[in-house]
């Protein structure tokens, strides 16, 4: 058994199995046993249960919220909304369950017809981060199991409950046995690695780090698993001069504090036109300051605890680091007295565009603000990362905005708002960021795949 800590308190509250390698064979098992006859369920009979499951978050909204909060840290308000983020994947992919499309046409030779048909890809492994207990687990299962394909999840060891209450749910609401495994396993290297070199998993959907992202792409190859990887981002944030730095605030502090910033799409790198840099820079301090820090289950809390000390304390070294190299801290910075992973909102200015915190996905409620004078030093330095994941621009002529967001190289792109994330849109990251979406019409496809027939008719 392995505590599961409250980071608020700094205290376990709980105790959770992790599985061993036999315990991870006997998913493997069960997923591989049940995946034919899931497969031949018919995509109403799928796309019900899932809409039974969207139903029954619905119902459980705040004790899931609430388990959320106690097992990631995060404010109430933050979990709240994942819950009914995660939720609606339930929904969009019972949705999408029915409406798998096909092709029947002449080739262009007209000697045959081509008919392209779908299929499930077939048991799949998931593996999930911390920061999103609830949505990365259910914008991997929903689409896994519109699609046909049996699961074994692995949630990350901070934060198994999550995904242990929601697989209770998908099995209330009429999975067959088999069709749903959760396997809390830690070490995870190994635990996965076995899973994955079984010949009978197809599938890895992997979301977290792009360096174990990058692991498991190797390890997949050895039997040329299918992969999708959603994984680290450094998003930059760009304030034109002509935005309007009222709204634009507004927007970072959505694109910064999701999630008390421990977001992959959480806004890293603030980029901003010199002629507004004082006013951006005064106005988000103002509003930084002015957040209140504390248990996430306390009402008015605003920015909860990080998972972890060990994270707490990462954020902490950035910081240090980048005002020991000349940013300066105009709120926060400085981690609180008493017992907690808090860190609070922190403004960084003055920040030289090489400075090595840019380099870094923060994964705190940090904002370092660099100036820039040319709309094109600002599209150089956004892009001057080896991720792509998401971007936000601010300006109040569209055309110069979307311009912007055209050349910007990322799988997503915010104008004049602080969120992209709809289950009903395509999630994931250009360059290290990322293969595949989820989500939209894409995430479905992660868990099919095509056949080709010639016919001669
Ligand atoms: P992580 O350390 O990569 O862990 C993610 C998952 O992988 C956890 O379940 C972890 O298990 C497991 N894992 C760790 N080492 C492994 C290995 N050697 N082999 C197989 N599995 C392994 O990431 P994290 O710290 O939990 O999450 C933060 C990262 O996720 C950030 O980089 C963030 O940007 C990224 N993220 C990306 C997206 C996206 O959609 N692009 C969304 C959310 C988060 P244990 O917990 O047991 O170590």
Redesign the pocket.
């Known amino acids: 058994m392995v505590p599961v800590i409250d980071p608020a308190a700094g205290e376990p509250f709980a105790e959770v199995h992790m599985a061993g390698a036999d315990e991870c064979t006997a998913a493997v098992d069960a997923a591989a046993g049940a995946a034919d006859a899931w497969a031949a369920t018919s995509p109403r009979f799928r796309a019900d249960i899932l809409r039974r499951a969207y139903e029954a978050m619905t119902d459980q909204h705040e004790p899931l919220a609430r388990l959320i909060t106690r097992e990631n840290g995060k404010a109430l308000p933050d979990a709240r909304a994942e819950v009914t983020y995660a939720a609606e994947f339930f929904r969009w992919f019972a949705e999408e369950a029915v409406r798998i499309q096909g092709e029947f046409r002449t080739a262009p030779a007209g000697d045959k017809r081509i008919i392209v048909t779908q299929h499930p890809v077939g048991p799949s492994l998931l593996?999930?981060?911390?920061?999103?207990p609830a949505a990365?687990a259910t914008r991997k299962w929903a689409p896994a199991l519109a699609a046909g394909c049996t699961t074994i999840l692995?949630?990350?060891?901070?934060t198994p409950l999550t995904a242990l209450a929601i697989a209770e749910i998908l099995v209330a609401a009429g999975l067959p046995p088999g069709v749903v495994n959760v396997v809390p396993a830690?070490p995870?290297?190994p635990r996965?690695?076995g899973m994955l070199h079984d010949t009978r998993i197809k599938n890895l959907s992997?979301?977290?780090?792009?360096?174990?992202g990058v692991?498991?792409l190797h390890e997949a190859a050895d039997q040329v698993v299918r992969t999708s990887m959603?994984?680290?981002?450094n998003a930059p944030f760009v304030v034109l001069e002509d935005a309007d730095i009222d709204d634009a605030v507004q927007g970072a502090l959505v694109a910064k504090l999701r999630n008390g910033g421990a977001?992959?799409t959480a806004a890293n790198r603030f980029y901003v036109h010199a002629a507004v840099a004082m006013e951006f820079t005064e106005k988000l301090t103002f509003a930084m300051n002015g957040l209140r820090l504390g248990p996430g289950l306390h009402d008015g809390v605003d920015i909860g605890a990080l998972v972890s000390v060990a994270e707490r304390d990462k954020v902490a070294a950035l910081v240090d680091k980048a005002s020991s190299s000349g940013a300066r801290i105009t709120t926060g910075g400085k981690i609180p007295d008493g017992a907690g992973a808090f860190y609070p909102p922190t403004v960084l200015a003055d920040l030289d565009p090489t400075n090595d915190l840019l380099a870094n996905?923060i994964?705190g409620p940090v904002a370092p603000i660099v100036t820039f004078e040319s709309v094109d030093d600002a599209v150089r330095l956004a892009n001057d990362t080896p991720y792509g994941?998401i971007s936000y621009v601010y300006g109040q002529a569209f055309q110069d905005a979307f311009a912007v967001a055209d050349r910007i190289e990322s799988g997503m792109v915010a104008i004049n708002r602080g969120t992209v994330s709809d289950p009903a849109a395509p999630?994931g990251?250009m360059k290290e960021?990322?293969i595949g979406r989820e989500g939209g019409f894409a995430g479905i496809h992660e868990f099919l795949e095509s056949k080709y027939i010639a016919a001669s008719i």
Request: hydrophobic letters at 40%; aromatic letters at 12%; one cysteine or more.
């Open positions: 593996v999930t981060p911390w920061n999103f990365m692995k949630p990350a060891s901070e830690s995870a290297g996965v690695s992997f979301t977290g780090s792009t360096e174990v692991a498991l959603e994984l680290g981002g977001a992959c996905e994964f994941l999630f990251g960021s990322g």
